[in-house]
């Protein structure tokens, strides 16, 4: 047996994401209604200036009332490539443009409720461009040694999820996982 719809109805359609209610029938044959947000897609660059110093941005998020670190991010224009995303957001955030490329891996942050995926992507062979923020965006760049941002995880400085799995993977492929 699979996952039934039921009925879909749309309770809010947003800027970036619609709000939905689904009634459906599950596996175990329980019909339930469902609140979810449907979220087209997003990219999240590690980026590099050197061997061992990334850039993180210091960003204000008004659902948490303060600013976090967060690794560059943006929402999938429609129809948009992953790396296309990827490619924008870094310049539009951060002010850089990269020539090297390497997609580390997928997330979904919050399964829960969204079925929003993330691609995060390593950026390296850094070079300036022209930042271009968008009207809504309020942040720093820092220029951060890769050490010292996992040290930022364990102290709970950086608790944004795409962050934390973006530093992760780039350990994983630099061949540096140490949790210790």
């Keep these: ?3 039934e719809i039921n009925k879909r109805k749309t309770l809010h359609t947003g800027r970036t994401f619609d709000f939905v209610l689904e009634n459906v029938t599950l ?3 329980a019909t339930v209604d469902l609140e979810m947000v449907r979220h087209p897609g997003a990219a999240a660059i590690v980026p590099f200036i050197d061997h061992d110093t990334l ?3 210091k960003q204000y998020r008004h659902a948490i009332g303060d600013f976090i670190w967060e690794i560059p991010a943006g929402t999938l224009d429609a129809k948009e490539a992953a790396i296309e995303c990827a490619k924008r957001e870094l310049i539009e955030e951060t002010g850089y443009s990269a020539n090297g490329w ?3 891996g997928k997330i979904t942050p919050v399964p829960g409720y969204s079925d929003e995926l993330i691609y995060i992507f390593l950026a390296t062979e850094l070079a300036e461009a022209q930042q271009n923020l968008d009207r809504d965006e309020v942040l720093n760049v820092h220029r951060v040694k890769l050490p010292d941002a996992v040290d ?4 709970g400085q950086i608790q ?3 962050t934390i799995c973006g530093i992760f993977f780039t350990l994983n492929k630099l061949g540096g996982i140490h949790l210790g």
């Excluded at 930022?152 to 102290?155: A, D, T, V």
């Design 160 to 162: 944004d999820c795409k």
């Design 152 to 155: 930022m995880i364990r102290s």
């Design 1 to 3: 047996m699979t996952v």
């Design 102 to 104: 390497e997609e580390l």
């Design 27 to 29: 596996t175990n044959g």
């Design 55 to 57: 850039i993180l941005i």
